[in-house]
Structure formats: structure tokens, C-alpha cells
């Protein structure tokens, strides 16, 4: 049974305390703290991020019962007029890298509409406000029209419709058909649609019909081809990060051999990708491949940090010393393809892609959790130094990333940075606070995962919606970071997406259905720091009490000076008041920003399920004297100062 902590502890006094900011003496604050990672995990990208709506759209795989297998099945695909629908691998395939196809076969005296309807990702969003268009591919002898259409499940009703004319031999192959863009004639407020692809009835009786690479697109953010679903990539934007680690991850590794990500298998036509075996039960399209991702975070202004496959599986599987070589072949290929120029031979390619202009690729990580599943030995023996060395005489001045701590780097600075992952509970995150205080100067750190997945001092399973008093315990080990941010130079929540309906239950920035998004407690604490980020730490001086339950840092800009102070499970109102002076400032107001809840165990939901619990306000402070009171209202609540 969990217990929230403003249970299970008295509430403590933070009475008299007196915060006094230095106008300078601190280190120059990283610029790269805030930022998210991307992996295809959770149905994030297939189902969440990438705006494909259509699934098992290719028939690439199964994700039945959370167990991803290359068996190929009609999952989510449901016949209408009585047709038998199977899967197929007759020649022609669509492609080498589809070989696997839906076969329809028609009954004799078939009459009316013939086909077949797709359940979607748990549904589809319907919106007369956004264009779609849809698409497939057929081989076979068909005269006559395919219709799309949305139905609502509830009330049976068709609520839109697009039609194209097909004159199609089976001598000619495969044929792609599209349809023009079309609105639906209404939005019915609710995700119980599904989506419908028919014939002619009497034209196809007692015929069959081969069809592959189904598709279904709403309006993309920023109206991109192949792109991202709007408002999930807009929530992404909101956190206000300022870098973005692809393409993961657990998803980067693989389950095991050769089950890797490669990037020259996720670019170029989608009819030309094959998919793979995704990690935790999923299925990869690879629809959202290496230069949508890069996209993504171009259009989002994100630094990219490049996650490199190092030759370690989830299983276990390492690649051996003696067949390292494509390893190290493989992340060479990827620079040249995102960074090189047309005079390269792979940014040659990018450029017949669509993507003239290189990409700024200066931060590189060299595999992932290596010291998990058996992989430290190795990794400090020949599979980092085999990247690394390579990396470093072609890009001297590459940021390169260890998996582990240390870093095998013989150098320091950017070649011995390294990168701490932190899942525990919130009692743990509440003891980071000054974690990095005595850490050496010599080895930068990224925290490029971390999450309080569990509440209190727990330590049974995760917890599936983070509370209030988790996402104040995880914005005192942020203050921490920034506390530290001479040697931190980043850090990001695990995981970033997550499918709302999708088991396991565990805790992300961002939930979603196919129609809402759940902006979580950790979400808000993300973009209120991202949002209020100083160029330089500068000290604090307190009197009247130290660190808990009140936290602080402070930092500076040009213009203005930040103190963040979290409240954890401390007193409020006004006799506790915390007493703030800026040494040099001759400021009578400040700003004042506050994220609160109704308690430490609120948590957020879909804006259909009873919404948001947090808010945050900001209002206008007045000094007396020189001095500034911040009251908390709440026992768990964040401020921030800006003076």
C-alpha cells in the first residue's frame, strides 16, 4: 500500500527562514538542461507522435498480448460484405522490404460495397476542422471506385466521405491510389471511429483483390509530409527543452540481433522500409525514421543528441570484438548522412531525399545502459574505444557520450562526459538535492533518463500517474542539477510519451489517446524550469534554517535574477513566509510564479477524465523595505522569483 509523505511526516517548519542572493560568484549555467528523449517505446512514435492513424498498416509484425513477433497477421483489420480477408506473400511483392500483403478474397455475387475497416490506435480522432488524406496500394484486376470513410461506432454514422475512380490489370503490378484531401462532414467529440476502405462489390465477385502500405493521415504539425500528429508534437514544444536525444533508448538497441536501429532503413519511400522488431512489446514501423526525427527536432529548435548503436542488445547478444567493424561502419554512415554535404557520398543521398542543407549534429552517445544485461566488460574493452576513436579522427570536436560512469575516454571534457540514468522512488529524488555538490569537475554529466516511479519511500511497483508531492520530489533534484550545472550539462525525463490505454501503467511526461493529451504534474515542472533558466549560478545565503523542507537555486541572466524554491511538506501561510533579498538589487517588484495542487497526492488527468489538478499563476510581488515574501499556500507547491 502506498502512503503519501505528507502522511507518513510531520509537517516541518520553515519559520524565519531569510534567503539572501548574491549578485555574482557562481558558474556559468549550461544552457542544455532541460531537454526530452525520444524513443519509439509506449506507441509513442507508431500510434503517438508519427501522424500515421492506419494500423498494421503494412503488416509487418505483431505486438499481440505485448510480445512483438514477425508473424503476420489481420490484427485491427475487419472484413465488410462478406469478403475473407488473410494474409499473403504472392509475387510481385510491393517490395523486397514488404513482402507481406492483405489478401481480400470477394464471394461470387458479391453486390454493394466490398472491403474492410481499421480500428486504429485505439480509435481514431475525428475533426471537421483537419484535412485527410488516405492511401493504399493494390494489385489486381479492378474497374470501379475505392470509397473512404470514418464511422462512428456509437451511432453508426458515416461521417465523411472520398472517393477515386480505378481502372487496375493485375499485369500491371502494384498501383498506389490516393485520395484527395477531404474533411469530415462532423466531429462526433469522441475517439469510437473507424475507418472504412471499399469496392465495388459486383466488379470484384468471386475475385481477389492484393492490397499493402494502407495509410491514413490527419494535418501534420507544421503540415509535413509524413509528419507528426499536431497537438502531441505541439505539448512536446511546450515543455520549452532545449535538446532532444533519438533515436533512443532501449528502442536503439533492439530486443536482440539484428534488431538494432539503422538508420538507411528508415529513410526514403515507405513502401522501401522494412520495420523491425520493437523493444517492450512493439512493433517499429520505422514510418518515422531517422530524417523525420531529425525534422522533428529542427522544427521544435532542439539540440540533437544522436544515440549510436554500440553492439549491445536488450538481450544480452554483444557483438563480438572481431565484427565490430560494421558497428563502427553503421554510426560513421549516420554522421556522414546527417552532417556531411553534398559532396559526400551519404549526404549526397540526404540531399536526393529532400534535405539539402546538412544538420548540426555535435553531441553523439555511444550505445546505451552498457552496463546493464552483461555489457560493461565489453563496453570498456573494445566497444566504446572502437567508436569513439573513430568518431574523434573524423570530428575532432564531437561531444561524445559514455553509457557508463566512468567514462572508458582517455580524455576528459567532451570526449569524457557521461550519462546517469535515475529511476527510483520519491523519497530518493528528495535526497539527490546535493548528490552533485562534491562530484568532480573533470567529467560533465548528462541525466539523460531519469523519473520518480514510485511514490513515498516505496519500493514495490511502479506507479502509473506520478502525484504532486513526485513531481515536487523531482524538482528538488533538478534544483540540484542547476545547482550544478558547471558539470550537469542536461537532463530528461523517461519516458517522454506514453499511450494512456497501454499497459504496463508507469508514469511519462506526456499521455495520450487518439483524441486528448494528460499534461502530467511532471510536465508542468519541466516547462517551469525550462522557462525560467539563468546563464549563471550565483550563491544564496540563508539564515534562520538550511535545506527541507524548503529548496532553492538561484541563477541570473542579463536582465533578471531566478530563485526556484520547492516546498516539501512544509509549513504555509504567512508566518512562514520565506524572506528573500537580492544583494545590489534596488528592485520594489518581482514576479512571481507558482505551481501548486490541491495536495501532495493529486494527480492530473485527461481533460476528459476530471483534468488537470495543477495550475499554475503568476502574479505581481512587491518588496517592503528591500525584502520579498513568498507564502506557500500549500504544503507541496514550487515558486519562482524573478527579480
Not at 145 to 159: D, M, R
Not at 484 to 494: C, E, M, P, T
Request: aromatic fraction near 10%.
Amino acid at each position: 500500500m502506498r502512503y503519501s509523505l505528507a502522511l507518513c511526516y510531520l509537517l516541518q517548519s520553515v519559520s524565519a527562514l531569510s534567503l539572501s542572493v548574491d549578485s555574482s560568484g557562481g558558474n556559468s549555467s549550461s544552457q542544455l538542461l532541460y531537454g526530452v528523449l525520444y524513443e519509439d517505446i509506449y506507441h509513442s512514435g507508431d500510434g503517438g507522435l508519427y501522424g500515421e492513424l492506419i494500423r498494421n498498416r503494412a503488416f509487418q509484425g505483431s505486438s499481440k498480448d505485448r510480445v512483438a513477433s514477425l508473424d503476420r497477421n489481420t490484427d485491427f483489420w475487419h472484413p465488410v460484405g462478406g469478403v475473407t480477408l488473410s494474409i499473403d506473400d504472392s509475387k510481385p511483392a510491393l517490395s523486397s522490404s514488404l513482402p507481406y500483403h492483405l489478401r481480400m478474397d470477394v464471394p461470387k455475387g458479391a453486390t454493394g460495397k466490398v472491403g474492410f475497416y481499421n480500428e486504429g490506435f485505439w480509435g481514431f480522432n475525428v475533426d471537421a476542422t483537419k484535412r485527410y488524406i488516405a492511401s493504399l496500394h493494390i494489385r489486381g484486376d479492378y474497374s470501379g471506385s475505392v470509397e473512404v470513410y470514418f464511422n462512428n461506432s456509437i451511432t453508426a454514422k458515416k461521417l465523411s466521405s472520398a472517393a477515386v475512380k480505378v481502372t487496375q490489370a493485375e499485369s500491371n503490378g502494384w498501383k498506389k491510389i490516393e485520395t484527395p484531401t477531404f474533411h469530415p462532414a462532423s466531429s462526433p467529440g469522441n475517439p469510437n471511429n473507424t475507418f472504412y476502405f471499399t469496392f465495388d462489390g459486383e466488379a470484384l465477385a468471386g475475385k481477389s483483390l492484393h492490397i499493402n502500405l494502407l495509410s491514413l493521415f490527419k494535418q501534420t504539425y507544421k503540415n509535413r509530409f509524413n509528419g507528426l500528429r499536431e497537438d502531441l508534437a505541439q505539448a512536446v514544444g511546450d515543455i520549452g527543452a532545449s535538446w532532444i536525444r533519438l533515436p533512443g533508448g532501449n528502442n536503439m538497441e533492439g530486443v536482440g540481433f539484428p534488431y538494432h536501429f539503422k538508420w538507411n532503413e528508415t529513410i526514403g519511400d515507405l513502401k522501401d522500409r522494412p520495420g523491425r522488431l520493437g523493444t517492450w512489446g512493439d512493433i517499429n514501423t520505422d514510418g518515422f525514421g531517422i530524417l523525420e526525427q531529425m525534422q522533428m527536432a529542427k522544427d521544435l529548435d532542439l539540440t540533437v543528441v544522436l544515440g549510436l548503436f554500440a553492439g549491445l542488445y536488450l538481450n544480452g547478444d554483444i557483438i563480438a570484438q572481431k565484427d565490430i567493424g560494421p558497428c563502427v561502419d553503421l554510426a560513421l554512415s549516420e554522421l556522414e548522412f546527417l552532417a556531411g554535404d553534398t559532396s559526400t557520398k551519404h549526404g549526397s543521398l540526404r540531399a536526393s531525399l529532400g534535405f539539402p542543407e546538412p544538420f548540426t549534429v555535435e553531441w553523439v552517445e555511444i550505445g546505451n545502459e552498457d552496463y546493464l544485461n552483461g555489457g560493461q566488460p565489453t563496453y570498456k574493452s573494445y566497444r566504446f574505444r572502437a567508436l569513439y576513436d573513430a568518431i574523434r579522427a573524423k570530428y575532432p570536436k564531437m561531444n561524445v557520450i559514455s553509457s557508463i560512469n566512468p567514462s572508458p575516454s582517455p580524455d576528459k571534457g567532451n570526449g569524457g562526459i557521461v550519462d546517469l540514468h535515475i529511476y527510483d522512488n520519491e523519497a530518493h529524488f528528495a535526497s539527490l538535492f546535493n548528490t552533485f555538490d562534491q562530484a568532480s569537475r573533470d567529467y560533465p554529466v548528462f541525466v539523460a533518463e531519469y523519473a520518480a516511479i514510485r511514490s513515498g519511500s516505496n519500493s514495490d511497483g511502479e506507479i502509473g500517474a506520478q502525484t504532486f508531492s513526485m513531481a515536487c520530489a523531482e524538482a528538488i533534484f533538478l534544483l540540484g542539477c542547476e545547482r550544478n550545472s558547471d558539470i550537469i550539462v542536461g537532463s530528461a525525463y523517461g519516458a517522454l510519451i506514453k499511450q494512456y490505454d497501454e499497459e504496463p501503467r508507469t508514469v511519462a511526461v506526456l499521455k495520450h489517446t487518439a483524441d486528448q493529451i494528460l499534461k502530467t504534474n511532471s510536465f508542468y515542472v519541466q516547462k517551469l524550469f525550462a522557462a525560467n533558466l539563468g546563464s549563471e549560478t550565483v550563491p544564496v545565503n540563508a539564515t534562520g534554517g538550511g535545506f527541507g523542507p524548503v529548496y532553492w537555486s538561484a541563477t541570473k541572466s542579463a536582465d533578471r535574477t531566478l530563485l526556484k524554491l520547492v516546498n516539501y511538506n512544509g509549513e504555509t501561510g504567512p508566518a512562514n513566509a520565506v524572506k528573500v533579498t537580492v544583494k545590489g538589487s534596488k528592485a520594489t517588484t518581482a514576479t512571481l510564479t507558482v505551481l501548486s495542487a490541491p495536495n501532495g497526492s493529486s494527480v492530473n488527468n485527461l481533460p476528459g477524465g476530471g483534468g488537470e489538478t495543477s495550475s499554475i499563476r503568476t502574479t505581481s510581488l512587491k518588496a517592503e523595505n528591500g525584502v520579498f515574501s513568498v507564502i506557500f499556500s500549500k504544503s507541496y507547491e514550487i515558486a519562482i522569483l524573478s527579480i
